[in-house]
């Protein structure tokens, strides 16, 4: 059961209170790290999964129902995405084997594979190009150079949620401008899983 003071917290979290949430963040951020790493080995995918907990927290902050303590809640979310994280990866492993075994089997669906891959990463390489300056720089330090949000901020001497929000409307506009990929992938993810 949540205490007084938990209940005030999740309220402010609830109104939008940056400060809180921060709080909230930088006091639980190392030991769920260390939770998460229960179930997932490598360090830094360990924060990586902690990391999107706590932007999903963020930005469902106005649906939040903690009926539990604080803690409780933030351990059980680490653990439901590191599972999540680990059955993704799982259906993501066993793709590339389909499509590695596919690829050997039939060279006329390597050429296509490769083709649809070029083409994407041609796509990919082009929205990022149109991210708004500081928007693009957060992105390619997180994907492309490995840096976790709170290292972003850190370089570049901005909050955290300043770092998330850029990422999420990134992320945003890079879905609904590869939205027509995704039947390709889905298409291909379900012949698989169906055989």
């Not at 179930?39 to 995918?45: H, L, N, R, S, V």
């Not at 720089?137 to 001497?157: P, Q, S, T, V």
């Not at 990929?181 to 379900?190: D, E, K, M, S, T």
Request: one cysteine or more; hydrophobic letters at 40%; aromatic letters at 12%.
């Amino acid at each position: 059961m949540a205490t007084e003071s938990e209940k005030l917290t999740l309220m402010a979290l609830k109104q939008g209170d940056e400060r809180v949430f921060e709080s909230v963040f930088r006091e639980f951020y190392e030991p769920l790290c260390i939770h998460a790493r229960r179930y997932i080995i490598d360090p830094d995918q360990a924060e990586e999964v902690v990391q999107d907990m706590f932007f999903k927290m963020w930005d469902r902050r106005d649906t939040i129902s903690i009926n539990t303590s604080l803690p409780a809640y933030l351990y059980k979310a680490v653990t439901n995405h590191a599972l999540n994280y680990i059955k993704y990866q799982k259906i993501a492993r066993q793709y590339q084997d389909y499509v590695g075994f596919r690829v050997d089997e039939n060279t006329a669906t390597s050429a296509h594979d490769t083709l649809v891959h070029s083409d994407l990463e041609a796509q990919f390489q082009e929205l990022v190009k149109e991210l708004p300056e500081r928007r693009r720089l957060i992105f390619e330090m997180n994907r492309f150079e490995g840096l976790k949000y709170n290292e972003i901020a850190g370089k570049l001497n901005i909050s955290l949620k300043t770092v998330e929000i850029q990422m999420s409307k990134a992320l945003d506009f890079m879905r609904t401008k590869l939205r027509d990929y995704l039947p390709v992938i889905w298409y291909l993810l379900a012949i698989f899983l169906t055989s």
